[in-house]
């Protein structure tokens, strides 16, 4: 029997005070259902879904992932001051980045070329709770609506079997989170333990690089095959402009660091 639980969520809005703020109720029963098949208690789930925190942004929904212009000043993608920031971070962590092109055959610049595209080598990594944002395209309607609400319970999942806080955890507006921004669905399946503790985190850096290099791998990478990487950097992020920005960077990046 599905459990039913008597909670509100605050719907926040951009502008609106926490006066005017409209109340739903949540989850829904097929939320509820999922998680109880990954093992989740009536208790836990309803222990989860009160917390004070939670909050849906009506706001993301109108969002789209592809309108990015990477190539635009604002960006500064191949600044020089840019690439002098992606051949220190090279310089810098020699070590990490040596064994994660033994390990998995990617270039180094190739990873670097997309930690800069993600999260500008580590400095924007989101400011939406990943729960919240999740939650929100789950519940409210929209065509991003069951992928959200399968993603939703991976995250759970991922945070149960880490022993992280579900609510504070940040990434971006669509789910993404860590240095390299996986979905959650994209953390079970390719995220791996770059520095050796016995645990993987998306904020370490080694981390954050090999599960770059294992996810470009895995999609078909071949350091000698142009159109190899194009395919499994367009796995990463379905947008032919988002592989043009990341196979340029990794271009200008090589060289002298």
């Not at 002098?84 to 980045?97: I, K, M, S, Y």
């Not at 270039?107 to 580590?122: M, Q, W």
């Not at 940040?170 to 993404?176: E, M, P, T, V």
Request: hydrophobic residues 40%.
């Amino acid at each position: 029997m599905s459990l039913i639980i008597c909670v509100c969520i605050t719907v926040g809005m951009a502008s609106a005070s926490t006066d005017s703020a409209s109340q739903i109720p949540a989850p829904t029963a097929s939320l509820v259902t999922r998680l109880q098949g990954q093992g989740f208690s009536d208790q836990t789930i309803a222990q989860i879904f009160s917390d004070p925190r939670i909050e849906l942004y009506p706001q993301i929904l109108e969002k789209r992932g592809k309108g990015i212009n990477y190539f635009d000043k604002r960006f500064g993608l191949l600044t020089k001051d840019s690439v002098d920031r992606g051949r220190r971070v090279l310089a810098e962590n020699h070590g990490t980045f040596q064994k994660v092109e033994a390990l998995y055959g990617v270039e180094k610049e190739a990873i670097v070329a997309i930690f800069r595209v993600e999260t500008n080598l580590g400095k924007h990594t989101g400011t939406y709770p990943v729960f919240n944002s999740l939650l929100t395209m789950a519940t409210l309607p929209n065509r991003r609506s069951e992928w959200a609400e399968k993603e939703l319970v991976q995250f759970l999942v991922i945070c149960r079997d880490t022993g992280k806080d579900p609510l504070s955890v940040k990434g971006s507006w669509a789910g993404a989170f860590g240095l390299c921004q996986f979905i959650p669905s994209s953390f079970v399946t390719y995220a791996v333990d770059g520095d050796g503790d016995g645990a993987v985190d998306l904020f370490s850096f080694a981390d954050a690089m090999a599960s770059i290099a294992n996810y470009l791998k895995a999609n078909g990478w071949q350091n000698n095959n142009a159109a190899r990487k194009k395919k499994a950097v367009y796995a990463y992020n379905h947008c032919d402009n988002y592989v043009k920005a990341v196979l340029a960077y990794s271009k200008a990046s090589k060289g002298k660091s």
